[in-house]
């Protein structure tokens, strides 16, 4: 058994070719689809990067293992308590441990993570590991060489999963200046049309808006020239998705190099590949752009392919499935027992025969940017906001997804009735995750958040933001902000660590 996972951060469905993308970005991924099964419904439970690799390698909920914010308690693992043995569970329950406990896997991880976020709990399970040195500003030539290292060593043993971890789609986007524009001639997503960005520039403000892509400016890095600091017209909304695009298509080639080292080592046939990432990216939903801050269908909705020699092919599932859920289904096809502390649910039937395997329900949840959690359920997406990250949106949200996929009309206000089911479904939720917390814990971990001052991208930064608004001739938004942060301003920011 040889598993390959290609973790590939910040990548959005929508923009690869086997997802229905009119970009030619992903013809590597793309021939991984064709051999195997595509998950078009897949989110991750907690966004964004910190939070949804913790699920995705705890296999529970952020709400339960406490990991849901980039900054302050809620950025490090509970501990587990009085019932840690000699050893604690992160050395048994994780995804890498069980893969090398009960299936006899060499596990390796190839990446930054770890060191970006300070999570080296996430390293658990591994018994070999690749920090790569930037901490997620890899360029995939840096990925790469150890990659292909370790494959040309290993690759034709058996009993192995590797772990690659790509960042070239993460902002900023920064595939080399030398890798060209495939795309300088293809058309644009063909929703964001001149009117949307002009409406946009009228009537949003915000971290990461359309003129504050830095997020709360609109400076641009020197050296990555893909990456534009606002938008204000078609040929700055072609720079920020070619760039993004550009880093997808860049980050493919790179994963087409390992294939074919695979291929020639005579292993590929026979291979597992898992095709995943740790959450989307918002370009103009919401009035988001170029990031990863909300708890939307944008941010969430990942993509998943399996591809497992012997199973089914082809194939595409429109189930709703979580992250969390991998862990338990991976167990399921390997024929072990899956941990008693996982949240997930088995969709192995899916990978094996099509079956459907889907959840009735979706809650994602957001804590590190803006604080949110939505329900996403039929064709209806419901946001509930308890911190706006300053973009003024309402309480409550309502879209309708087959309908308005961009998120560009708010039903909330004419669908009373479809906000009411979705609050029912997310108190549901929200009672049967809390009756899993561990002993001791009695708090859902977003509203340690509220009380600790907001957001960590968003505490004790009202007051400079403010600023930049009056000086970029936004000074509409300014009493509205006052009025819905009264508590923010003049929040101390010494005491908050931004750097590091």
Known sequence: ?????????????????????????????????????????????????????????????????????????????????RDRGFRSRLGYDTLPAFLMKEANLHTAYIGGFSERHSTFNYLAGFRETHDTGKGGFESAEEVTPTALDWIERNGATDNWYLHVNYWDAHTPYRAPEEFGNPFANDPLPAWLTEAEINRQLRETVGPHGILDLNMFDDREPPQHPRHPGKITDMASLRRCIDGYDCGIRYMDSHVGMLLDKLQALGVLDDLVIIVSADHGENFGELGMWAEHATADWATCRIPMIIRWPGMKAGTADNGLHYNVDLAPTLAD??????????????????????ADTGRDALVLSQCCHSCQRSVRWGDWLYIRTYHDFFHLWPKEMLFNLAEDPHEQRDLAAARPDICAEGARRYLAWHDERMATLPDGIHHDPLWQIMRDGGPFHARGELEEYVKRLESSGREWAVPLLREKHPGEFGMDRRFINKTF
């Open 1 to 81: 058994m040889r598993i390959l996972y290609l973790d590939l951060d910040t990548l959005r469905p929508d923009h690869l070719g086997c997802y229905g993308y009119h970009r030619d970005t992903s013809p590597n991924l793309d021939r991984i689809a064709r051999e195997g099964v595509r998950f078009d419904q897949f989110c991750t439970s907690d966004a964004p990067c910190l939070p949804s690799r913790t699920a995705l390698m705890t296999g529970t909920f952020g709400i339960r293992n406490g990991v849901v914010g980039h900054g302050g308690i809620n950025a490090d693992h509970r501990q587990q308590g």
């Open 333 to 354: 096809l390997l024929g072990k027992k899956p941990r008693d502390s996982w949240d997930g649910q088995s969709f192995a039937a899916s990978v094996r025969a099509g």
